[in-house]
């Protein structure tokens, strides 16, 4: 098979390439490079500059190199800025698949691999979260991702489309440092930030109900993302029309925030800067942690990766990265 990515200069993206690739599989990346870069990917692997809102583009582009099957990771992602900005996230994230859609169905392919999130559970007040606890999303952002999820399925039901959704977690790390994340927009990276100005982390309330008081997550190393969409693509190369899997991907154990920020002090040196606990966040969940047991029985995935191999990986990357 030959699999489009989209998005694929990315920070998750890259990573996804990189597992097709050493795989087995034949890759071409279709990407805007708005926050992506070309010199993330092989050599090896044809890029297509553009946006997933040009239907004829997209086309050509999957005509052009025999496309089989689309791994869909192009989207806009942060959540306040999607509260900020609704409508172009609905454009880029919603419009932008419903294009992708018309053009896979014009061009007869009938593979996608959806990137969802977590972001679409909102605030689940359970232990484990499973892929039939309610969706109830509470920004922009986590909405255009459910969204997303119903149009597929829809059109899975119409196109006979084989189809699989994975609800990230919390993403963190790098398989090279020059495949890191190069934002500041999640936990360990925004450690990061605040240590190489001199400042102690903040976190954000320390009287939730937890064991020390802090906001529980379930953080998955991008290495473990990149390889479950492998797993997903083999998974849908002789599903039946129609088929349509949503699927956690998560390691299933849960890191409280305070527990994260004092292993990145360890791993950095610098013990001397004690987190600062400031006023909770509006909007931030007590634990949110995934049940992964059907991403295990799908497809044969389980998360191999713990918390010392992502914020280890992601500190040489944020050095990597500032020379």
Same mark, same amino acid.
């Given at each position: 098979?030959?699999?489009?990515?989209?998005?694929?200069?990315?920070y998750i993206?890259?990573?996804?390439v990189?597992?097709?690739?050493?795989?087995?599989?034949?890759v071409?990346?279709?990407?805007d490079l708005?926050?992506?870069?070309?010199?993330?990917?092989?050599?090896?692997?044809?890029?297509?500059v553009?946006?997933?809102?040009d +239907?004829?583009?997209?086309?050509?582009a999957?005509?052009d190199?025999?496309?089989?099957g689309?791994?869909?990771?192009?989207?806009?992602?942060?959540?306040g800025?999607?509260?900020?900005?609704?409508?172009?996230?609905y454009?880029?994230?919603v419009?932008?698949?419903r294009?992708l859609l018309?053009?896979?169905?014009s061009?007869?392919?009938?593979?996608?691999?959806f990137?969802?999130?977590?972001?679409v559970?909102g605030?689940?007040?359970?232990?484990?979260?499973?892929?039939?606890?309610?969706?109830l999303?509470?920004s922009?952002?986590?909405e255009?991702?459910?969204?997303?999820?119903?149009?597929?399925n829809?059109?899975?039901?119409?196109?006979g489309?084989?189809?699989?959704?994975?609800?990230?977690f919390?993403?963190?790390?790098a398989?090279?440092?020059?495949?890191s994340d190069?934002?500041?927009?999640?936990?360990?990276?925004?450690?990061?930030?605040?240590l190489?100005?001199?400042?102690?982390?903040r976190?954000?309330g320390?009287?939730y109900a937890?064991?020390?008081?802090?906001?529980?997550?379930?953080?998955?190393?991008?290495?473990?993302?990149?390889?479950?969409?492998?797993?997903?693509?083999?998974?849908?190369?002789?599903?039946?029309e129609?088929?349509?899997?949503?699927?956690?991907?998560?390691? +299933?154990e849960?890191?409280?925030?305070?527990?994260?920020?004092?292993?990145?002090?360890?791993?950095?040196?610098?013990?001397?800067?004690?987190?600062?606990?400031?006023a909770?966040?509006?909007g931030?969940?007590?634990?949110?942690?995934?049940?992964?047991?059907?991403?295990?029985?799908?497809?044969g995935w389980?998360?191999?990766?713990?918390l010392?191999?992502?914020?280890?990986?992601?500190?040489?990357?944020?050095?990597?990265?500032?020379?």
């Open positions: 098979m030959s699999w489009l990515v989209t998005g694929g200069a990315g993206g890259a990573h996804v990189r597992a097709l690739v050493d795989g087995g599989e034949r071409v990346v279709y990407d708005s926050t992506g870069a070309a010199d993330r990917l092989p050599d090896s692997v044809p890029l297509v553009g946006s997933v809102l +239907g004829s583009l997209l086309e050509g999957i005509r190199h025999a496309v089989t689309v791994v869909h990771i192009a989207a806009k992602k942060q959540v800025e999607s509260v900020e900005r609704p409508l172009h996230y454009r880029e994230n419009t932008g698949l294009t018309e053009a896979m169905t061009a007869g392919v009938a593979r996608l691999v990137s969802s999130s977590a972001a559970y605030m689940p007040d359970v232990d484990l979260v499973t892929e039939d606890t309610p969706c999303p509470m922009p952002y986590g255009t991702k459910l969204v997303g999820e119903w149009l597929i829809a059109a899975a039901r119409a196109h489309i084989r189809a699989a959704a994975l609800r990230y919390n993403v963190a790390g398989a090279a440092p020059e495949l190069s934002g500041a927009f999640n936990l360990i990276p925004m450690v990061f930030e605040r190489e100005a001199g400042d102690a982390p976190v954000f320390d009287d937890t064991p020390d008081g802090t906001c529980v997550r379930d953080y998955v190393h991008v290495q473990d993302i990149a390889s479950a969409h492998l797993a997903a693509a083999r998974r849908l190369k002789d599903a039946p129609g088929t349509s899997l949503t699927l956690n991907i998560g390691r +299933g849960g890191s409280s925030v305070r527990e994260t920020v004092d292993r990145i002090l360890e791993v950095t040196g610098r013990q001397d800067l004690a987190p600062r606990v400031t909770r966040r509006p931030d969940p007590a634990r949110v942690v995934a049940s992964a047991g059907r991403a295990h029985e799908e497809l389980s998360a191999r990766h713990d010392d191999d992502m914020i280890e990986s992601a500190w040489q990357g944020w050095r990597h990265r500032r020379g």
